[in-house]
């Protein structure tokens, strides 16, 4: 995580937006009322849906048994029926 203060993020605001997007770089931007984090939308958007898919109930379970499944228990793609 990267630590910088209000003035200095506004003084290189591209280059921070550049690090998040292109780094996966997380910035706290620490100002006199508190802290701001600023991320990708690509890592936002991955917190959404990990947060959605851990609501489901017993998703966490099916995920991980999936996780642990050997790739032999598996279908293969010409197994499978459309």
């Keep these: 995580m990267m630590n910088t203060n209000a003035t200095n993020f506004r003084k ?44 489901i109930p017993d998703m966490k379970k099916i995920l991980i048994d999936g996780m642990n499944t050997p790739i032999s228990d598996c279908f293969s793609e010409n197994e499978v029926e459309w």
């Design 12 to 55: 290189n605001l591209y280059t921070y937006l550049d690090s998040a997007i292109d780094f996966n770089q997380v910035i706290n931007v620490n100002t006199k009322k508190g802290n701001a984090v600023v991320i990708s939308e690509e890592d936002y958007n991955g917190l959404i849906e990990t947060a959605y898919l851990c609501s």
